[in-house]
């Protein structure tokens, strides 16, 4: 049972979808108001979302994992802000937090479409993505273990995920990332409604996914600086199989650096907010996941 | 006679294309060379360029306006940056400032494609243009009359203007709008030379330009925040017509707002960078501007 779910949006403050849906929803409750549960919009950086920019200090959407969130010697102020939001919507790790799923929304630059970050492998989690799969075929699945375990918003609810839509410029409200946004939050209320109320349809028994397996950085310098691009004919391409020997980065010179390893797929190609975390994009595999009913 | 040429990149920091073309050019600076004349390439505004950020305090290509430069009593960060190029690059105003020619590289979150942003009327700014389209019939040429009179980087010098290319993210660098950038300047590079040394070959007697008519800005509450989305119908349609009653904005509540006016063109349609400055996009008209030979 769900007793309450959490809407968050502006956990990067110049992702603007979720800033914008969740001050629609925060002035229009009704719109996200089901009879079994209660629904929770919630803006979450809002120090950021005024500078438009992803963060203060440090990426709160890394600021969760259970021991940071203990720790009191850490006074950066995503640090103390991921404390305070763990107060209204966990605290993590107990049986019961004050909320029971979490959606977290985001957008990217990369050209990822509508997909979702999956990181949590409860049974509901997975049900609500079959779902979603279901009543949005083009929505695509990324089961991350990425740069920081653990440490998402999302992980501090027993069920949830981050949506994350794209392509779409930092500091950039597109009204057709907003609307496909919305649609699929409309969706996920209405799969809890009826899971709650036992009158869930019948779900997919196998969806595909996409398994995080490494990050790949640009080619840098010795200073740190990049010295290659990603190569235009892999640029926008996410979800997109690759094999080895193709171009995989193009140096300012002219020069193609092909992929070297086995055949994967990419994702998160060229995200603004990643280069300072040190990655061009991710590798993943694609795998049918089953469906517990 | 042109004696030396600036690229300038990076006058936003977050403005990769021309941060990453002016590196490359101030390592191998043969590239740029031609006989006839000086070229140099220069970073602007390397503080916001660490920061990847599109200024520290105000925006750099606002700047150069001959009051402001001359008002010592303005100290924010980028009005003292604007004092030290201007004597580095002009000084502005004189009749043979320090480089007679400015091309200033940036991009651009809309759907510009290769475009010039032309504020300068000097004959041979035009003449190096009308090669460009030449060159380049993609090429789309704005003759902005903006937000703010006279300030761009590229006013300190007697000709030149500004490259404007997108769509493309902040903080993210595109191979393939890296590579148009590129061979544009080469064909700049060309014509100076081809002026210089009296082997031009013909240009177009006649070009197609947008001449600027006015700034939309997005619906806004009191507070000033938005309270509609650029219309998904309009969006990404940069140097597209549009006509009275088409679809506009979007308000978050899903009510269409058309335009209302003449028929004219929109540019630079929900450009980031101008949430702050207060226009959603940019109106103009297409004329036929002549080239003077």
Redesign the interface.
Known sequence: MVDKLAITGGTHGNELTGV?LV??WLS?PSLVKRNSFTTLPMLMNEKAIDE?RRYIDCDLNRAFNLNDLLDESLTSYEAKLAKKINSILGPKGVPKPKVDFIVDLHTT?ANMGLSIVVSNESKLTWQAISYLCKKEPRLKVYRWQGDEEDAFVDSIATHGFAIEVG??????????I??ETETLIYHLLDFVEAHNTNTLESLPTEIEIYTHQSLVDYPRQKDG??MA????DR?DRDFAPIEDGEPLF?T??GKIIPYEGENLHTLFI????Y??KGFAMCLARKETKRIES
Request: proline share 6%; hydrophobic share 40%.
């Open positions: 914008y001050k629609k229009s438009v630059t392509a779409v410029p930092q500091g950039v409200l597109r009204g057709d907003f609307l600086d990049i691009m990603v190569h235009p640029q193009l300012f010179e060229n995200e603004a907010a280069y300072e």
